[in-house]
């Protein structure tokens, strides 16, 4: 199976990159999985239904979410009635939505896609750990398994926490991917069991700014330490970040894992075909 993950859409930039990008995407890498995480596409902070809808249509597959998956309120009834949109799995019991979903790609295969939101310096939720553990012995890998491939979204500030999920589910995920820090990190690799992992997947936004926020109204905050002009996207050329993992059916463990970053201001890299 050849799956792309997309990081962090960021506003306006991030989003119409995104859009324009995903077909050609779809249609080189002969991608049977996008997965995209799109928890700050509206204007920097959280999903509307329609920038939703036009994600799906321009090809993603699922939309994971994250610690702004309800800045947008109108997203609550949507999510309801909306599978491929998922939030994190660890949230209380109660709490709208689902942080799994199980989607059919080309040849009748299915794929299991599953996000937790790490704990360290974040919300306290649930145990991200034991949640996602929960859902992957659920679910067989591989050929005659119920999917054929699992991708988990560990959604974290700390980048010790999200490469303990990575070695937790080593030899049990196709790919463990990390998001929230907006920045792509250089460590994507397959692990010793076989599951693809990178730290963060980047964003999907501009990166003249901070972490996709205006550069000015950001960088205040941190010499003044009093409230500034509210945050608003940088609206420059948007960078799209990502992996690329290409699995063994037989197995559903990855056998590449290749970053991809295009357009905007980060060095390119696409995978081969």
């Given at each position: 199976?050849?799956?792309?993950?997309?990081?962090?859409?960021v506003g306006r930039s991030g989003r119409d990159a995104v859009v324009a990008a995903l077909p050609a995407l779809r249609r080189d890498l002969a991608l049977d999985l996008v997965v995209v995480n799109a928890e700050n596409a509206s204007h920097g902070f959280?999903?509307?239904?329609?920038?939703?809808?036009?994600?799906?249509?321009?090809?993603?597959?699922?939309?994971?979410?994250?610690?702004?998956?309800?800045?947008?309120?109108?997203?609550?009834?949507?999510?309801?009635?909306?599978?491929?949109?998922?939030?994190?799995?660890?949230?209380?019991?109660?709490?709208?939505?689902?942080?799994?979903?199980?989607?059919?790609?080309?040849?009748?295969?299915?794929?299991?896609?599953?996000?937790?939101?790490?704990?360290?310096?974040?919300?306290?939720?649930?145990?991200?750990?034991?949640?996602?553990?929960?859902?992957?012995?659920?679910?067989?890998?591989?050929?005659?398994?119920?999917?054929?491939?699992?991708?988990?979204?560990?959604?974290?500030?700390?980048?010790?926490?999200?490469?303990?999920?990575g070695h937790s589910f080593d030899g049990r995920a196709s790919l463990v991917i990390g998001t929230h820090t907006h920045v792509p990190t250089a460590d994507a690799r397959i692990l010793p069991g076989g599951t693809a992992f990178q730290s963060d997947a980047?964003?999907?936004?501009?990166?003249?700014?901070?972490?996709?926020?205006?550069?000015?109204?950001?960088?205040?905050?941190?010499?003044?330490?009093?409230?500034?002009?509210?945050?608003?996207?940088?609206?420059?050329?948007?960078?799209?970040?990502?992996?690329?993992?290409?699995?063994?059916?037989?197995?559903?463990?990855?056998?590449?894992?290749?970053?991809?970053?295009?357009?905007?201001?980060?060095?390119?890299?696409?995978?081969?075909?």
């Amino acid at each position: 199976m050849r799956i792309l993950f997309l990081g962090d859409i960021v506003g306006r930039s991030g989003r119409d990159a995104v859009v324009a990008a995903l077909p050609a995407l779809r249609r080189d890498l002969a991608l049977d999985l996008v997965v995209v995480n799109a928890e700050n596409a509206s204007h920097g902070f959280g999903l509307s239904p329609e920038m939703a809808r036009a994600l799906f249509a321009a090809g993603a597959d699922v939309l994971t979410l994250g610690n702004h998956a309800w800045d947008r309120k109108e997203i609550i009834p949507y999510i309801e009635e909306e599978p491929r949109l998922i939030r994190p799995l660890n949230y209380p019991p109660g709490t709208p939505g689902r942080g799994v979903a199980v989607v059919e790609v080309p040849g009748g295969r299915h794929a299991l896609v599953v996000q937790a939101m790490g704990r360290l310096f974040m919300e306290p939720l649930d145990d991200p750990f034991r949640a996602v553990q929960a859902v992957l012995a659920q679910h067989s890998l591989g050929t005659g398994g119920s999917v054929q491939a699992a991708v988990v979204d560990i959604h974290a500030e700390a980048t010790s926490e999200k490469q303990a999920m990575g070695h937790s589910f080593d030899g049990r995920a196709s790919l463990v991917i990390g998001t929230h820090t907006h920045v792509p990190t250089a460590d994507a690799r397959i692990l010793p069991g076989g599951t693809a992992f990178q730290s963060d997947a980047g964003m999907c936004g501009d990166y003249d700014s901070v972490i996709g926020m205006g550069k000015g109204g950001a960088s205040i905050r941190f010499w003044r330490k009093v409230p500034a002009e509210r945050l608003a996207p940088a609206e420059g050329e948007a960078t799209v970040c990502g992996l690329f993992v290409e699995t063994d059916d037989a197995t559903g463990l990855a056998r590449r894992a290749e970053p991809l970053r295009m357009g905007g201001g980060l060095s390119p890299a696409m995978p081969l075909p």
